[in-house]
Nanobody, 122 residues
Framework: QVQLVESGGGLVQAGGSLRLSCAASGRTFSSGVMGWFRQTPGKEREFVAG???????YYADSVKGRFTISRDNVKDTVYLQMNSLKPEDTAVYYC????????????????WGQGTQVTVSS
């Protein structure tokens, strides 16, 4: 079992930056794939970024070059550094844990946090 708690969301102007954190508990964290997804009302949950246990990363095209995912296996924490934010990045961001590298569908992830709101004003 893995429990995930996100933090770091908030309101930022377009062009600004935010750093999301996801604190994990449970003995499987260091061996699993971690991901970030986002969701807006009425839409499906959208893949944003993922990272393997060893630090290999993969991104959605919409955030590549602007967002960076990283993890600290000692602190059991995964991060999402978001730069050059755009109004279309506004969403609830969710941290997730799974076992399939490069998985981009929400169904491939087994555990989820409660989400943190990111709002980018124009």
């Amino acid at each position: 079992q893995v429990q995930l708690v996100e933090s770091g969301g908030g309101l930022v102007q377009a062009g600004g930056s935010l750093r999301l954190s996801c604190a994990a508990s449970g003995r499987t964290f260091s061996s699993g794939v971690m991901g970030w997804f986002r969701q807006t009302p009425g839409k499906e949950r959208e893949f944003v970024a993922g990272i393997s246990r060893s630090g290999d990363t993969y991104y959605a095209d919409s955030v590549k070059g602007r967002f960076t995912i990283s993890r600290d296996n000692v602190k059991d924490t995964v991060y999402l550094q978001m730069n050059s934010l755009k109004p279309e990045d506004t969403a609830v961001y969710y941290c997730s844990a799974g076992r399939i590298y490069n998985a981009r569908r929400a169904e491939a992830y087994n555990y989820w946090g409660q989400g943190t709101q990111v709002t980018v004003s124009s």
